[in-house]
């Protein structure tokens, strides 16, 4: 298999599931702020949607969007427990949290990141997104993970997405329980491992 992906984007979150589930896997570098590869090439020849993450395996076919890609990470090896058993209500309580990282958390910091983006939309956007980290903050009370206290794919996916806060200054220890859940987080050998192969720590 191989992973396309951008240094610290959202396929940081399937990168630390392929290592938390010890599958084999090259990685490809996608220019952050461009559509091409590290060779050159065009990445919309690989993708034409122009994003990452994609997941590309060995007898072609491709799998895009990052809560799709980790699920089928997590279902092929469930002794690790990445993500509950199909047709669970465990395992639609996972895809929840993952539609509301993609849908509520992900996007709502696009704006922060768009150069074209107007103040007032930033700001808006910053509103939204303290409404929603206090959502995740009573949703972590009790709690090491998402899930209780079990490890999941959401996690890998939750704590891509607020290591953002750092580039565009939101500051998790307003939520004390949010900044511990990142640090546990992070402290994870597989985490260290994904965030020095894509240069962001040394």
Not at 13 to 29: N, Q
Not at 96 to 121: M, R
Not at 171 to 184: C, G, I, Q, T
């Amino acid at each position: 298999m191989k992973l396309y992906y951008s240094p610290g984007a959202c396929s940081l979150s399937p990168h630390i599931a392929l290592r938390e589930a010890g599958l084999p896997f090259e990685l490809v570098k996608k220019e952050l702020h461009s559509k091409t590869l590290e060779d050159g090439s065009d990445f919309r020849a690989i993708n034409p949607k122009g994003y990452v993450p994609v997941l590309a395996f060995d007898d072609g076919q491709l799998l895009t969007e990052g809560p799709a890609i980790v699920q089928y990470i997590a279902d092929r090896v469930p002794d690790k427990k990445l993500a509950p058993p199909a047709d669970t209500m465990e395992r639609y309580r996972l895809q929840e949290w993952l539609n509301y990282i993609t849908s509520e958390l992900h996007k709502t910091f696009s704006p922060l990141f768009n150069k074209k983006a107007s103040e007032d939309w930033k700001a808006a956007a910053r509103e939204l997104l303290d409404r929603r980290i206090d959502f995740v903050a009573k949703a972590l009370e009790g709690h090491d993970y998402l899930m209780g206290d079990t490890f999941t794919v959401a996690d890998c996916y939750l704590f891509t997405v607020l290591n953002w806060g750092s580039w565009v200054k939101i500051d998790l220890s307003r939520w004390p329980n949010v900044a511990e859940y990142m640090k546990r987080i992070a402290a994870r050998p597989t985490v260290q491992e994904a965030l020095k192969a894509e240069g962001l720590l040394k």
